[in-house]
């Protein structure tokens, strides 16, 4: 492991591999441990491999290859700018017997100190560091969803339980003068039992068995679909848990629902079963009310799991179509840093800023590409961002939450990002360490320091009397579910080339009228031809981006679709199946009121009704629960508040239209009984 020594600078050129790196690039080498290995311009000597299986469990979505000691450089005090860049996680492990209440305490403390050191840094004043246990930090992000999909799947496992008991009390209904036979021939009843609770177990099994195959091929396809980033997703297989929860339900299931049969099956009255000619109108009365009563529990558990599947596909749509403040399509981002080390530090200014010119201007002579233009802190989405504080004339000087995160950016930066201008202009070019200090910020602060007076032309103080020129659009720099923060712009060549320290860094943005592999690489190119960093260049999409930062809301909202979907069909055939044995069961009585002189139309009419009466019981239900539901969704729906009730009509509306549907042919089939035949059987 690493040593105290190796935490100073000029001993920290030593490396730890991952177990992965050491097998994939060096054939698990045991001789590996001393080796000298070149990392860009470094040289570092390997001093240990980790052991298999283990992870950095923070940080980057991509596994970590290799660890090196964190040793403070004198840039990472921000130059002395003022500003704010935090970029580092802080993991420790609590002594036996401390609590995390302890930890925080303690990490006060030593915040009050660090304040007290830096009276001038205000940002801790306000936002204190939070200890937090590793577990949360993991799994925090997704465990909210992850419970709700549980919840999901529970849903679709309550309404197959509700509609196979419904199946099976129907088919042991339907069996009752079979099994009236078999006792009067002399079977035990406490055999009939046995064996229908055999049956229905047998019935079970054989659908696990099948549901297992199915899920080998189906966790497969899950697994390709999961958000990037997910704990432990490689982890996600078919193992013992798994199987013996599966085979687990499936002995619940066929035993508990096929008792009720069996006990129904093993009271029934043989003689008058038999002397009935097979009818079981009287006798399944009983039934029939538990019959109903079960399709509309059904129907409401549908109803709520509905209601929440429209919840969650509403709340992407909405994500997807969330206003960011710019336009992300066909826009790119190349990150450039250029050392300018061995340019004498008066004349780094001038070359750094012919530097940048010649940059754009190669980059938008590619064919292909609309415009370019550059900025220092942080692509639009790709979250790096550094926070300030400015004095502001009838507000003060801005501290906490409300620090201005600043960005450097070239005068054409809001045409090629695509951000609207509120009022004011652009910068115009000319804006040197030397000219007037100018800016421009997003409505965002303007709301938040100006009230309702315009800023443009107002005076702030920001390492000097500094101009508002324009006020531009808020960007949800972040992504779309994050709160907008109060930025201002600030000229290139004012700022971020001004206060040079030896290199140039920042982000070629890039807008392509017709993006393609080869417009693509000729950009990779152009910006690989002129940086010296020895890092390798990417282009990285900004739609890209955006589909990663919302992976998690288009994986839940596409499984509960799967979810909802699953339980209407369940439902469908729930209702068929009741519709379809009620209509068989009623033959007779359906027979003598034809030949009474009921019509055809009033048959049908009469049997939709008997299935819409308790479709509007289990929907209003339904959608009492799916209301009480809802209330648990509020954090993690977006943009759905006051749409809840068109929500509910359309989930209402779509049952009530699937279920009459799949009712319709059996009260087809019931108004077209012929009478003649039902009373000679």
């Known amino acids: 492991a690493f040593t105290a020594d190796n935490e100073r600078t ?10 992965d790196l050491w097998i994939r690039r060096f054939n698990a080498d045991p001789d590996i441990v001393g080796r000298p290995l070149t990392f860009g311009k470094d040289t570092r000597v390997v001093v240990g491999v980790m052991p298999d299986g283990f992870t950095y469990p923070i940080g980057p979505e991509v596994a970590t290859s290799a660890y090196i000691p964190h040793v403070p450089r004198a840039n990472d005090r921000d130059h002395g700018f003022g500003g704010r860049s935090y970029y580092l996680d802080v993991v420790g492990r609590l002594r036996a017997g401390a609590t995390l209440a302890q930890a925080q305490e303690q990490v006060a403390r030593a915040t009050d100190a660090v304040i007290a050191a830096h009276p001038t840094q205000t940002f801790w004043k306000d936002s204190r560091p939070l200890v937090t246990t590793l577990h949360e930090r993991v799994v925090g992000p997704s465990q909210r969803w ?4 549980l919840g999901a799947v529970g849903f679709v496992l309550l309404i197959a339980y509700v509609n196979v008991a419904n199946l099976l009390l129907a088919r042991a209904t339907a069996r009752s003068r079979e099994l009236a036979v078999r006792t009067a021939l002399g079977a035990a009843r406490s055999r009939v039992a046995r064996m229908l609770v055999l049956e229905s177990l047998m019935l079970s099994l054989g659908a696990a068995l099948l549901g297992i195959l199915l899920s080998i091929g189906g966790i497969a396809m899950a697994k390709a679909s999961l958000p990037a980033g997910l704990a432990r997703a490689a982890t996600i297989a078919l193992d013992l ?21 069996a006990w129904y099956g093993s009271r029934a009255d043989v003689i008058s079963i038999l002397k009935d000619g097979g009818s079981s109108v009287g006798a399944g009365r009983g039934r029939a009310r538990w019959q109903r009563l079960l399709l509309v529990a059904e129907l409401a558990f549908v109803v709520t799991l509905l209601t929440a599947t429209s919840l969650f596909v509403m709340s992407f749509i909405n994500v997807v179509r969330a206003d960011l403040g710019f336009s992300r399509g066909n826009l790119y981002g190349v990150s450039v840093s250029r050392s300018l080390s061995a340019i004498a530090e008066p004349d780094r200014t001038d070359v750094a800023a012919a530097f940048t ?8 002579a590619i064919p292909g590409v609309a415009g370019a233009a550059f900025v ?11 926070s300030y504080s400015i004095e502001i004339p009838g507000y003060g000087q801005t501290t906490g939450a409300d620090m201005i995160v600043m960005r450097s950016v070239t005068r054409n930066y809001f045409d090629v990002a695509g951000v609207p201008f509120v009022s004011g202009r652009t910068f115009d070019g000319g804006e040197r360490t030397d000219t007037p200090h100018v800016m421009i910020i997003n409505d965002e602060a303007a709301r938040r320091f100006f009230g309702g007076r315009n800023p443009v032309g107002e005076v702030v103080r920001f390492r000097g009397p500094t101009t508002i020129v324009g006020v531009v659009k808020s960007v949800r720099m972040s992504g779309p579910e994050t709160s907008l923060r109060p930025e201002m712009y600030v000229p290139l060549l004012q700022e971020a080339i001004g206060r040079l320290d030896g290199s140039i860094t920042g982000d070629v943005v890039v807008r392509v009228a017709s993006p393609s592999p080869a417009t693509l690489t000729a950009i990779q190119t152009a910006v690989a031809g002129q940086v010296n960093s020895g890092r390798p260049t990417t282009v990285r999409s900004v739609d890209d981006r955006f589909r990663e930062l919302t992976a998690d809301r288009r994986f839940n909202a596409g499984l509960m679709a799967l979810f909802g979907a699953l339980a209407l069909v369940i439902a469908a055939l729930g209702v068929y199946g009741l519709t379809s044995f009620l209509v068989a069961q009623q033959s007779r009585p359906i027979g003598l009121r034809i030949a009474l002189g009921a019509t055809t139309q009033r048959i049908f009419t009469s049997v939709l009704t008997d299935t819409g009466r308790l479709l509007a019981i289990g929907v209003l239900l339904g959608l009492f629960g799916a209301w009480a539901m809802s209330r648990l969704f509020a954090s993690v729906v977006f943009g759905v508040e006051g749409r809840e009730g068109w929500l ?3 989930v209402a509306l779509t049952l009530g239209i699937v279920c009459l549907l799949a009712a319709w042919l059996p009260a087809r089939r019931a108004s077209r009984v012929d009478p003649l035949i039902v009373l000679r059987e």
């Open 376 to 386: 220092n802190g942080g692509l639009p989405l790709f979250g790096a961002q550094a």
């Open 357 to 364: 010119t010649e940059l754009l201007e190669r980059v938008t």
């Open 10 to 19: 000029g001993a920290d050129q030593v490396v730890i591999l991952s177990h």
């Open 241 to 261: 848990r798994v199987l013996g929860f599966a085979i687990g339900v499936a002995v619940v299931t066929g035993v508990v629902f096929g008792v009720v049969p």
């Open 648 to 650: 509910y009509a359309t």
């Open 146 to 149: 992850l419970v709700l999909l």
